[in-house]
């Protein structure tokens, strides 16, 4: 069913987001400034994906870059507005509505502001399910969507149109190269699609599922109730239905490094109760890859691993981890849809170079 | 007065072109091959700057790329007519005629081919009057014709349209970006102008004199003339119309290293007569620089450094530079309009981050 969004949503909505973003898409706060001030006191129709005319012109909004830039190089606000339309006059076609390309606290909440500075709806839906680092990683690809032509813009109101006919991974390396050289950020449209599209493309009500998760998170808080409980009481009715803690400690290193656009590294989590014994290693190429407890994987890509403070479960991006933190780790598996061999060959382990086969979290955990 | 070119004037244009090119502007066989085999037996229209309408469109094509790679990355050909389609579609017009951006091996020769391919005339005028490594080094954007929109295609039928408005140094950084990810070399349209602008803007008649160098130079040789008179006098009622000969001898070193998109080094000459002492050292980025005589400038941009074979005077490019080629070092001087003030800003030896102030060629050689 479609539905009202509003500002005083952004804060839940940013916070779920977040946790789904499995340590990128971007950072929740700047997001969330952004669209409450284009937004004020109006409301975005947030459409549902069943309730979507057939030929809807539907044309996804997002940012990309490295987090290690986001959080430093605050965009002037116009871009995303501003690459929807290049690629509107490039096609000669108008957007009936926009949409997410991921989850994450950022690209959650670009889409938004697109709808709000150009009076469009968004749809509840996105291509990833979770934040992947590479633009070609959609399941809107997976299952046949193009993601050329791209359109780009910088803060200085550069405008770039990439086409590169059905070739999304050489979409990919131009417009990260482009994005590379306008100091690590630019906001893009890509993956037109239509209405029929999205049904068969995209990773359905992420966005509400998101606002759900930060919602329930926030009232246990308020309740004084467990927000572990809550978030897997929230997941439960969900595509992700399934979830595992992995591992409780303490952050003890973080090695991080802006190589060629992305934020790659290592987190390793140390336990810290009296009587705690182990470790937790987690590999990221700007959202969490894998996680080895002792040396054993307990959870891959593309299942969520979501890295939370352990006592107000608040998700911590990969730009956020710090030395001295307490954490919890979360596994949460993924909608069958994401675990095809077509998905896994496009953002399983394989397609980041990782020597590891993917296994279910939820299937690991029983062992 | 307006002309027809045909595939025999090709050996001896891109032998002048290269000449002008001072080392870079690519290898002139592989462009002569390409117009060759796109022309056949038809001729070409090669319009005197003099004689546009004020309001035809120009739009001009090349190549961009460093030359290390344009020499074993044959383009597939369709390349430069499918930027300037690309650049048409995006602004919805149709080009009247094409025209360089350069003097020099293959970009002498790209706009043939877009001409041979689409049946255009090509003006006879090009944008550096001489070959430069940057695409915003021209007389074009100093004179007040912008760059922007770019629009780039690649060997596999990419499309990219780069527009950055007045800031055509940020559209050649994006620019170059993107050819970097191509592998190193792509094709281009860009500087949409009008007839009225190529008069006001444009170096005139470039392409005419090429043509009489590389045949003046081949005349010579048949008639046992030296062909370094044959230059002098080729050049004396042109724009072009002080010679001096800088320096003979052998190539003792060359260093040449691509980095960023461009080759840049340092060859050094050594005097080989029985008798001779000193050295010449000339340093380049894609074009030669400057030259250093024992160490006292002799030469340096814009005015063109060329590189000859010492008895036939064929031109070298900065990669056909190769240790013991016995040479001639010709400094040429260049048109007052690319002497200004601002035209120094802007390709002068500030703009490539020499110490230096600028000197013509022809006022050094009188000390």
Same mark, same amino acid.
């Given at each position: 069913m479609s539905w009202e969004l509003t500002a005083a949503d952004l804060p839940d909505l940013a916070r779920g987001a977040t946790l789904l973003g499995? $340590? &990128? $898409? &971007? *950072?929740p706060y700047v997001g969330q400034l952004m669209v409450a001030n284009a937004l004020g006191s109006r409301s975005i129709t947030v459409l549902d994906p069943d309730e979507l005319a057939d030929d809807l012109v539907v044309i996804p909004t997002a940012q990309m870059g490295a987090p290690t830039v986001v959080i430093e190089k605050m965009p002037a606000g116009t871009e995303p507005s501003l690459a929807l339309q290049t690629l509107e006059e490039y096609l000669g076609v108008r957007a009936g509505a926009t949409m997410p390309i991921e989850c994450g606290g950022i690209n959650s909440m670009i889409p938004l502001l697109v709808a709000a500075e150009r009076g469009l709806p968004v749809v509840d839906? *996105? &291509?990833? $399910?979770r934040a992947f680092p590479?633009?070609?990683? #959609?399941t809107f690809a997976v299952y046949g969507?193009? $993601?050329? @032509?791209l359109a780009l813009a910088g803060e200085r109101g550069e405008r770039v149109v990439i086409d590169t006919g059905d070739d999304d991974r050489q979409m990919e390396w131009l417009a990260r190269g482009v994005t590379i050289r306008l100091g690590g950020v630019a906001h893009i449209a890509e993956y037109v699609m239509s209405g029929a599209d999205v049904r068969r493309t995209a990773v359905p009500r992420t966005l509400s599922m998101a606002l759900a998760l930060g919602r329930a998170i926030r009232l246990a808080r308020e309740e004084k109730r467990s927000p572990f409980d809550a978030i897997e009481s929230a997941l439960? @009715?969900?595509?992700?239905?399934k979830m595992v803690t992995l591992f409780e400690g303490k952050v003890a290193d973080v090695e991080r490094r802006t190589t060629e656009g992305f934020a790659r590294g290592v987190a390793k989590i140390v336990a810290d109760g009296p009587d705690a014994a182990g470790e937790l290693e987690i590999r990221f190429?700007? #959202?969490?890859l894998l996680a080895l407890r002792d040396g054993e994987l307990v959870a891959i890509v593309p299942d969520l691993i979501c890295v939370v403070e352990? *006592?107000?479960?608040e998700p911590i991006t990969t730009e956020g981890l710090r030395y001295g933190q307490r954490v919890r780790v979360l596994g949460i598996s993924t909608p069958d849809l994401m675990r095809t061999p077509e998905a896994l060959a496009a953002f399983g382990p394989g397609a980041f170079g990782l020597d590891k086969s993917f296994e279910p979290v939820e299937v690991m955990a029983t062992r």
């Amino acid at each position: 069913m479609s539905w009202e969004l509003t500002a005083a949503d952004l804060p839940d909505l940013a916070r779920g987001a977040t946790l789904l973003g499995t $340590g &990128g $898409g &971007g *950072d929740p706060y700047v997001g969330q400034l952004m669209v409450a001030n284009a937004l004020g006191s109006r409301s975005i129709t947030v459409l549902d994906p069943d309730e979507l005319a057939d030929d809807l012109v539907v044309i996804p909004t997002a940012q990309m870059g490295a987090p290690t830039v986001v959080i430093e190089k605050m965009p002037a606000g116009t871009e995303p507005s501003l690459a929807l339309q290049t690629l509107e006059e490039y096609l000669g076609v108008r957007a009936g509505a926009t949409m997410p390309i991921e989850c994450g606290g950022i690209n959650s909440m670009i889409p938004l502001l697109v709808a709000a500075e150009r009076g469009l709806p968004v749809v509840d839906a *996105d &291509g990833m $399910g979770r934040a992947f680092p590479e633009l070609s990683m #959609e399941t809107f690809a997976v299952y046949g969507v193009h $993601g050329s @032509p791209l359109a780009l813009a910088g803060e200085r109101g550069e405008r770039v149109v990439i086409d590169t006919g059905d070739d999304d991974r050489q979409m990919e390396w131009l417009a990260r190269g482009v994005t590379i050289r306008l100091g690590g950020v630019a906001h893009i449209a890509e993956y037109v699609m239509s209405g029929a599209d999205v049904r068969r493309t995209a990773v359905p009500r992420t966005l509400s599922m998101a606002l759900a998760l930060g919602r329930a998170i926030r009232l246990a808080r308020e309740e004084k109730r467990s927000p572990f409980d809550a978030i897997e009481s929230a997941l439960a @009715p969900t595509l992700y239905n399934k979830m595992v803690t992995l591992f409780e400690g303490k952050v003890a290193d973080v090695e991080r490094r802006t190589t060629e656009g992305f934020a790659r590294g290592v987190a390793k989590i140390v336990a810290d109760g009296p009587d705690a014994a182990g470790e937790l290693e987690i590999r990221f190429q700007n #959202e969490n890859l894998l996680a080895l407890r002792d040396g054993e994987l307990v959870a891959i890509v593309p299942d969520l691993i979501c890295v939370v403070e352990r *006592d107000s479960a608040e998700p911590i991006t990969t730009e956020g981890l710090r030395y001295g933190q307490r954490v919890r780790v979360l596994g949460i598996s993924t909608p069958d849809l994401m675990r095809t061999p077509e998905a896994l060959a496009a953002f399983g382990p394989g397609a980041f170079g990782l020597d590891k086969s993917f296994e279910p979290v939820e299937v690991m955990a029983t062992r």
